[in-house]
């Protein structure tokens, strides 16, 4: 998961900061390093993406067509 991809998680949510600072129990500074790439991958990295998922979101992996983000279809992943 990349910064970038996080900040697109944001924005598909219509998350700001704050809010996803709050659903992950991150503190909001720790996202924004993150973000920004001045954090490396941690404990609260993984709070991120768990509270991002939870909220439907999909990482996709690089595969030769970049890495990126999607709502995952309503039931779970492959429904």
């Known amino acids: ?24 129990g991150v503190h909001r500074n720790t996202v924004t390093r993150i973000e ?20 439907g979101v999909e990482f996709i992996a690089e595969n030769g067509g970049g890495a990126g983000v999607r709502m995952a279809k309503p039931g779970g992943a492959g429904a």
């Open 36 to 55: 920004t790439e001045t954090t490396g991958p941690g404990h609260s990295v993984a709070a991120i993406r768990a509270a991002l998922e939870a909220a």
């Open 1 to 24: 998961m990349t910064s970038a991809q996080i900040r697109a998680a944001r924005g598909l949510l219509n998350w700001t900061v704050r809010d996803l600072a709050e659903r992950s």
